[in-house]
């Protein structure tokens, strides 16, 4: 077991991390997406970046894991589309900096980013905003914040708005069982035993459902990032797959257009997830991305 450390970031936001590989190795930072945590990262997918000569850092966002936590009351589902209602709502260009922070902290001077869903949000803030910390960008099954563009599944919608806070931890991991078939990898073989695995985890470290609304509210107060994006002067990857209920693959492609000179690379069977299937893959894609770029 690697040994999980928390660090101050600024602004009263610590952070829960974790690394793996050789220090000397080029670093590669992974950006867990909406209400997921560190461990979302799966350890095999890790573990191949690591074989490949990579220095590997995962951590928890803010609002989830053993990261800080914000203490005001999350908002409801007409407050999350309008991003929030609380003054202390943030957005993600908090969580961009929060991750810059984490970046001070480990004494990187810059990174291979790689986020995936929000973290791949995130990761194209960084990228805009920081001019010189990020190496290459992979963006992975994420958006540009577009209105009607790699959007949920109206199925996906439904069950979103109609899940509710488990109360035990045999609940949560049931219900993690059933989105994820849902909105997982229908070109690979459903693992349920490492969403069970991952969804227990997830309860063991943190209880709180409070994070994963406020998180989905920072992403609608973000808006359409698009001229954003257009900003982005790195070398982007842009990874999807062909199969998303959550985002749908509009939303790839969107990105891929707005980031200049990205390319979109579409794994067929990929839903929102990263299957033990499409591990080689996904990690044979990012080390051709950054292999050129050291």
Request: hydrophobic share 40%; with cysteine; aromatic share 6%.
């Amino acid at each position: 077991m690697t040994e999980q450390h928390i660090v101050d970031v600024g602004r009263g936001i610590s952070l829960c991390y974790e690394q793996f590989g050789d220090p000397a190795d080029p670093p590669i930072v992974l950006i867990a997406g909406l209400g997921q945590q560190l461990h979302s990262w799966p350890d095999g997918l890790v573990a191949e970046l690591v074989a490949r000569g990579y220095h590997v850092t995962r951590f928890d966002n803010r609002d989830v894991g053993r990261s800080t936590h914000m203490s005001f009351r999350p908002p409801g589902p007409v407050a999350i589309i309008r991003g929030g209602n609380d003054p202390k709502q943030y957005h993600l260009g908090d969580m961009a900096r929060d991750t810059v922070g984490l970046l001070d902290a480990l004494g990187f001077s810059d990174v291979h980013l790689v986020g995936v869903s929000m973290g791949g949000m995130i990761a194209q803030t960084v990228t805009a905003h920081y001019p010189g910390r990020v190496r290459t960008l992979t963006s992975i099954m994420s958006n540009t914040g577009a209105a009607r563009i790699g959007r949920p599944a109206p199925s996906t919608w439904f069950r979103m708005a109609t899940r509710r806070p488990a109360r035990t931890r045999a609940e949560a991991v049931d219900a993690a069982v059933k989105i994820f078939r849902h909105i997982g990898s229908h070109g690979f073989p459903f693992d349920e035993e490492w969403v069970r695995e991952k969804a227990g985890a997830d309860w063991d470290r943190d209880r709180s459902a409070a994070g994963t609304p406020r998180q989905l509210a920072g992403i609608f107060a973000s808006g359409d990032r698009t001229a954003e994006l257009a900003q982005i002067d790195v070398p982007t990857l842009v990874i999807h797959g062909d199969r998303d209920r959550m985002v749908h693959p509009t939303g790839g492609a969107a990105t891929a257009r707005a980031i200049p000179g990205a390319r979109l690379e579409t794994i067929v069977g990929m839903g929102h997830d990263l299957p033990r299937g499409a591990w080689n893959q996904l990690a044979d894609l990012i080390t051709k991305h950054t292999k050129e770029h050291l």
